[in-house]
């Protein structure tokens, strides 16, 4: 008779709970490291420009456990903690990596994503107005991380870190994603898409009324249509 299999299996399911939870929990903390340290980047902020302008708003608002926002201008940047551990595609150079492929274990994942709105977007209540991706902070049992992101967050943080997770990384990368929203700016909808609109976007607000849309989001709709 073959050896019952229940065994294997429920030590397979310890041993994946026990990761998923330190995963969580690591994910969980350094997300809250990330509001304080966003305060602590915008009280500076606005140390250096309240003199100058009181009307460029600069604020970080805690919406519950697994989200807040941060006001930059007119830029809502939205920062979610996701509660589900996940795992990245097997294609991903992260899972080809020697680090992931000495102990699987490593490439269980908690993530933070980083979203850029207009704020006008919130505050009026225009449903279809786009956000997008800024960043993508991922975080194994280890505490060892991985950030994706365009331009300058892709290029300090090219690999998995070779250290755990620390105060320091979270204040450069808060810095770097305030800094490439204030940079990216508004580009209105050529003349010809917005000439005829319909009643409902009308009273919706929708985008056809001529709001732009952030270049960073066109970039990232561009690259999708042509893959």
Do not use: W
């Amino acid at each position: 008779m073959k050896q019952d299999p229940i065994e294997s299996i429920a030590e397979i399911l310890l041993t994946k709970s026990s990761i998923k939870q330190k995963t969580y929990r690591n994910v969980c903390k350094a997300f809250k490291q990330l509001k304080k340290e966003a305060k602590s980047v915008i009280d500076e902020l606005r140390s250096r420009t309240t003199d100058r302008d009181e009307d460029v708003k600069l604020e970080v608002e805690s919406v519950n456990d697994q989200e807040f926002h941060v006001h930059v201008a007119g830029d809502l940047i939205v920062f979610v903690l996701h509660t589900n551990i996940i795992t990245l595609p097997a294609d991903y150079e992260y899972n080809k990596s020697d680090y992931v492929q000495d102990q699987p274990l490593r490439k269980y994942m908690g993530q933070i994503n980083v979203y850029n709105f207009m704020a006008d977007s919130f505050e009026f209540n225009r449903l279809n107005d786009p956000g997008y991706l800024l960043a993508r902070l991922l975080i194994n049992y280890e505490n060892h991380f991985v950030v994706e992101g365009d331009r300058q967050i892709g290029f300090m943080f090219e690999s998995v870190s070779a250290k755990s997770l620390e105060k320091v990384d979270l204040t450069v990368l808060i810095k770097l994603i305030i800094a490439q929203a204030a940079e990216n700016d508004l580009i209105a909808p050529p003349f010809p898409k917005i000439r005829n609109i319909t009643v409902r976007e009308k009273l919706e607000k929708t985008q056809s009324l001529g709001a732009g849309n952030k270049i960073g989001f066109q970039m990232s709709y561009q690259n999708e249509t042509k893959a």
